[in-house]
């Protein structure tokens, strides 16, 4: 099923010899360049048109009425709303337990002098939830919970509109709104969702400071085209797992994880790292037994047949450590003897999954930690979505005129040898006459 890289042989750099699925961004932002101009010049008008062409519906509203947020959750199956509920206690707790930190102690540098830090809450978000192949409640969960924890004081939410459900973004996307206490939300979809978030639309909905949530290419795009104007969380492409494996793991464990990937997106990326043939060989045969057991199967088979799927042969697990780091992967699980041991030596991850009993599955819902994740290798260098994606950190300076003094000397010789002649007389004007 999966197609077998051997790097048994191989010294690296491993980077440009792992397998990646093409998303050229750029040919997608000019297909949504006309769709932002357009939201920007006509408003209300131009997001029905385009629901209509893209969603095959038009919404009543498309600020969706409060009732209809309330109704969702009153008609929420019990056992999916304890469930929600578990995975938003979880989520708050990480939030406030792990990533809330608003009074760092301040530096204090000499006598009256200091700098010290403030966390502050960006004044406006806008939330994307998408809604095409999988209606993903759980991301109006990763988006609201930290942006709450954060303090943001104003919030929107926009999903797709969906032709069974009257015009209305998915019930349980609906439900989550409400339980979170969300009430701005709107049935708007694709990259004119994100031109309306950034450029705002006159009666209906007030520009954003801040766009995060996954969504598909054109979602990408729009994002790309619009930062700057607004901030974006990343760029976020198809999801990824890359699964370091020995023979002590569970080939039906790890075919399972594989696919469970596979199944969101034609273009998901399932990648086995594993320095056992014997293993390697009993994944591919659990992929054939599951994935015809699967609802999804020829979404599944497309993705793990794909050019961004793989096993990867290493001689060992130093090297499946490195070539781990090497895909920098959205999300990796490590399934080995001494998971810990192995797990505690990766750099580069969106998120770690310890163990045969941590899969993604459990990240993407209940284990509290974030599923918004870097993928295409950006966890090199970026982050997944977390309180502090909500926040900006702000230096805030105390000198009295004894501090300043002592090192007034100092600053006028350096702003006279950058030629800031002007910034040295900001010094000299507070000496002492």
Request: overall charge negative; proline content about 6%.
């Amino acid at each position: 099923m999966l197609r077998n890289l051997d790097f048994t042989g191989a010294q690296g750099p491993y980077r440009s010899m792992l397998p990646r699925g093409s998303f050229d961004v750029e040919a997608a932002v000019g297909v949504v360049r006309p769709i932002v101009a357009d939201v920007a010049a006509r408003g209300e008008a131009a997001l029905r048109e385009y629901s209509e062409k893209f969603d095959g519906v038009v919404p009543q509203s498309l600020r969706v009425p409060a009732a209809e947020l309330a109704r969702a959750a009153e008609q929420l199956d019990p056992a999916l709303a304890d469930a929600f509920a578990v995975s938003i206690q979880r989520r708050r707790q990480v939030a406030e337990d792990l990533e809330l930190d608003s009074n760092p102690t301040p530096a204090v540098l000499a006598d009256g002098a200091r700098v010290g830090l403030r966390n502050i809450p960006v004044e406006r978000v806008g939330l994307y939830v998408p809604g095409g192949l999988a209606p993903l409640a759980s991301s109006v969960i990763m988006n609201v919970v930290p942006a709450q924890v954060a303090g943001v004081p104003s919030i929107a939410v926009a999903s797709p509109p969906q032709k069974e459900f009257g015009g209305l973004p998915h019930p349980n996307i609906l439900a989550l709104c409400h339980i979170l206490g969300i009430e701005e939300v709107y049935a708007v979809g694709g990259a004119q969702a994100v031109a309306m978030f950034a450029h705002g639309v006159e009666g209906l909905c007030e520009p954003v400071s801040l766009v995060t949530g996954p969504g598909n290419i054109y979602v990408v795009a729009a994002k790309r085209l619009l930062r700057g104007l607004v901030g974006i969380d990343s760029e976020a492409g198809p999801t990824e797992i890359a699964i370091v494996a020995d023979d002590t793991a569970n080939p039906a464990y790890v075919a399972a994880d594989l696919i469970s990937q596979a199944e969101h997106d034609p273009l998901a990326a399932s990648v086995l790292i594993t320095p056992s043939t014997a293993l390697a060989e009993a994944v591919q045969a659990e992929l054939v037994r599951q994935v015809d057991t699967q609802k999804h199967r020829e979404r599944i088979r497309t993705a793990l047949t794909g050019q961004q799927s793989a096993v990867v042969l290493v001689r060992d697990l130093d090297q499946a450590v490195a070539v781990a780091d090497a895909y920098a992967a959205e999300h990796l699980e490590i399934q080995t003897a001494d998971a810990e041991a192995v797990a505690a030596r990766i750099r580069n991850a969106g998120a770690i999954f310890v163990g045969g009993y941590a899969p993604v599955s459990l990240g993407d819902y209940s284990a509290g930690s974030t599923h918004v994740l870097p993928t295409a290798g950006c966890a090199c260098h970026s982050s997944g979505l977390n309180v502090r994606s909500f926040m900006r950190t702000v230096h805030v300076i105390g000198y009295t005129e004894g501090a300043l003094m002592a090192i007034a000397d100092g600053v006028e010789r350096f702003a006279l040898a950058e030629d800031l002649p002007g910034h040295a007389a900001a010094i000299t004007v507070r000496r002492p006459q």
